[in-house]
């Protein structure tokens, strides 16, 4: 209220009843104006200084929390610039807000091209590089889509440089259309996967598709196939590819397979999906064409590409392939099956003489279920022990005497009878139960032969897989023991394919049971791939030539000269020779003739059972009369 005002009114209520003015009151009126302003001052003066020191306690702290905003905002920017990946942050108009030094770096950007407001179509315009794959939104897993908003979605985009580099950007949009993304170079960790990938796919000797790949192509094949469509897969083995291993040596082998690779892509073309299964095994998906003709037209001609000779070095080296075909629909709809038959197509290819290619059949079908029963059969017969042993004299042709017997095999099936060890020793040999036979034969005929006249030894066949799959010194150690049969009395008998499977490692185990005075035999000399090298490999005791080479020595010139021959490189290398199946008068005249060491044969004897030996120990020489 201003002062003139205020000094009315006091002048107002100090009026008496007679219009007068009271001065005393006028007075009274005014001073206590005055002390009621004095009061009043000094009370804003102590509020004045009040404020005064607050202003100044909130002045420290805001100078405080301004430090502290600054020294955030510098870490922050430490971190923002020196994270690994790239971060950019734009907002709902597509401008950018923020990003740190890598985003340009991995960008090829400058620092002007990302001043904030800078749009995405500003800057792809600006880098050297393209979008490659621009992936569909995925939804966010459920973990993190419940920690954010949801229509919140995750983006991922990839961006092929100019200069090779591949920039990988997962973008995240949020619910009001801005997006927060990091960008990292991913091109080292892309070429590992893409390798990582090839290796898983394919074989790295010949780089064909591998097993695995095959099959994912087989599947699609399948999958895609239109009703009236064929598609037939080929299965190729190599014959007998092992003994090229085994006498040239694995690069050799390795070399050899490249070039195999090459002729069968040739062949094949590039219409057909190939594939190096295993060792050397190889496939071959034909599709989309009229079948068997084609089929049977790219099998012959792989085969005759594969039967010119190949080069290694100054080597020359000869195959042949054995191939199994099995076409879709007819033969199977699924990859398994028709892998499955195709593979039965081979094993009676290989079983039909090899270098040849086989259809798949019902019949095949039919067999190979005989065979899974047999061989379930055979299991069983191991633990019942339904084998039995019989004896083959071994007849000394200078001193006219049996000089030893050999241990044959003869399963008694409870329901087939006898069945002869060549329709059960391959199988036996295939699922391994030859094994757990061949150990059981050794400890039966060791035991057999400790009741014969000291003198007369026993032959035990023994199988290739006994050397790997066993240790065969500790188990012939043990069947001795058991029998207490002196060593010298025991001979193996082992075949060419024993010592194709894997020289390095029979070698030394022969030599093993060699030094511990057992004897050691070649089987069925002169029927496997090349006798001479395996015969000069070990210092066999005896060699076994095959009866095929006997049946016709007394009406054939040749084979005479062939029989002559044999007997005197046994002799010239200090081997015993042993002719096996000799069946006549004549033809055990003649090996007395040449001077053969031992004969055995159905003339002396068929093998018999154990309890005959005895008896055909007890029989009057036999001669050629
Ligand atoms: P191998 O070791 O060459 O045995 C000789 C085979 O020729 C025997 O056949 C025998 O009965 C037969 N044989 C003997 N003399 C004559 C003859 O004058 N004329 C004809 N045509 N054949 C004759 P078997 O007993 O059927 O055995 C066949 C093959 O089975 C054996 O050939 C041997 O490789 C294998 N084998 C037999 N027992 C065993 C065994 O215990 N273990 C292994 N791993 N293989 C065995
Ligand atoms: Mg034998
Ligand atoms: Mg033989």
Redesign the pocket.
């Known amino acids: 209220m201003k002062a003139e005002t205020l000094f009315w009114q006091q002048c107002a209520q100090a009026v008496t009843d007679d219009g007068s003015i009271d001065a005393q009151r006028l007075m009274d009126l005014v001073i206590a104006t005055y002390r009621r302003h004095e009061s009043d001052y000094g009370e804003i003066e102590r509020s004045a200084e009040t404020l005064l020191t607050e202003n100044h306690a909130m002045r420290g702290e805001i100078s405080a929390v301004t430090q502290a905003f600054d020294e955030q905002k510098r870490l922050f920017e430490v971190v923002l610039n020196n994270l690994p990946i790239g971060l950019s942050v734009f907002d709902a108009d597509q401008r950018l807000r923020l990003s740190n030094t890598r985003f340009r770096q991995l960008f090829g950007l400058r620092r002007a091209d990302v001043d904030a407001g800078a749009t995405i179509a500003d800057l792809i315009g600006r880098i050297r590089g393209a979008e490659s794959i621009c992936t569909t939104p995925e939804q966010r897993s459920r973990k993190h889509s419940s920690a954010r908003a949801k229509n919140d979605s995750l983006r991922r985009r990839e961006w092929q440089m100019d200069d090779g580099r591949i920039i990988q950007s997962m973008v995240t949009i949020l619910s009001d259309g801005s997006s927060i993304a990091i960008h990292a170079d991913i091109t080292e960790d892309r070429k590992a996967a893409e390798r990582i990938a090839y290796l898983a796919h394919h074989d790295p000797l010949t780089g064909l598709p591998n097993r695995i790949h095959f099959r994912e192509r087989v599947d699609a094949a399948l999958a895609e196939r239109k009703p009236d469509e064929q598609i037939a897969l080929v299965h190729l083995n190599l014959d007998r590819f092992k003994s090229i291993n085994n006498t040239m040596g694995a690069s050799t082998g390795d070399d050899i397979l490249q070039q195999v690779a090459d002729r069968i892509r040739a062949s094949a073309g590039t219409e057909n999906i190939l594939a190096r299964l295993g060792s050397d095994e190889f496939a071959i998906l034909q599709t989309g064409r009229q079948q068997p003709w084609n089929v049977t037209a790219l099998a012959d001609q792989i085969r005759r590409e594969l039967s010119e000779p190949f080069l290694h070095g100054e080597k020359q080296v000869e195959l042949s392939v054995s191939m199994g075909i099995a076409v879709a629909p007819g033969d199977g709809e699924e990859t398994d099956v028709l892998l499955k038959h195709a593979g039965v197509a081979l094993s009676h290819a290989k079983a039909d003489g090899r270098k040849r290619e086989r259809f798949f059949t019902g019949e095949m079908e039919a067999q190979m279920q005989l065979r899974h029963t047999l061989e379930a059969d055979l299991r069983a017969a191991v633990q019942k022990e339904e084998f039995e042993l019989h004896y083959?004299p071994l007849y000394d042709l200078s001193q006219r005497r049996i000089c030893g017997f050999?241990?044959?095999?003869r399963w008694n099936h409870p329901i087939r009878g006898r069945i002869?060890?060549?329709d059960f020793?391959p199988l036996a040999e295939e699922v391994g139960l030859?094994v757990d036979i061949?150990r059981w034969?050794l400890r039966r005929a060791c035991s057999d032969a400790a009741q014969w006249p000291e003198g007369i030894k026993v032959a035990?066949?023994?199988?290739a897989i006994q050397f790997s799959g066993t240790d065969l010194p500790q188990d012939v150690g043990e069947a001795l023991a058991a029998a207490s049969l002196t060593p010298s009395r025991l001979e193996l008998?082992i075949t060419e394919s024993v010592l194709m499977e894997n020289l390095d490692e029979v070698l030394p185990i022969l030599h093993a049971l060699k030094e511990r005075g057992i004897r050691i035999s070649m089987?069925?000399f002169g029927t496997g791939y090349s006798s001479l090298s395996y015969l000069s490999s070990f210092p066999f005791d005896k060699i076994k030539i095959d009866?095929s080479f006997v049946s016709d020595i007394a009406d054939n010139k040749e084979a005479h000269a062939i029989m002559r021959a044999i007997i005197l490189l046994g002799d010239a290398l200090g081997m015993r020779v042993t002719v096996?199946?000799?069946?006549s008068a004549a033809q055990l005249a003649l090996l007395e003739c040449e001077e053969c060491d031992e004969i055995?044969?159905?003339?002396i004897s068929?093998?018999r059972p154990a309890r005959e030996v005895p008896h055909l120990l007890s029989l009057p020489p036999k001669t050629a009369a």
């Open positions: 083959q050999e241990a044959l095999i002869s060890p060549m020793i030859i061949g034969v035990v066949n023994v199988s008998e089987d069925d009866k096996e199946g000799v069946e055995q044969g159905y003339y068929p093998p």
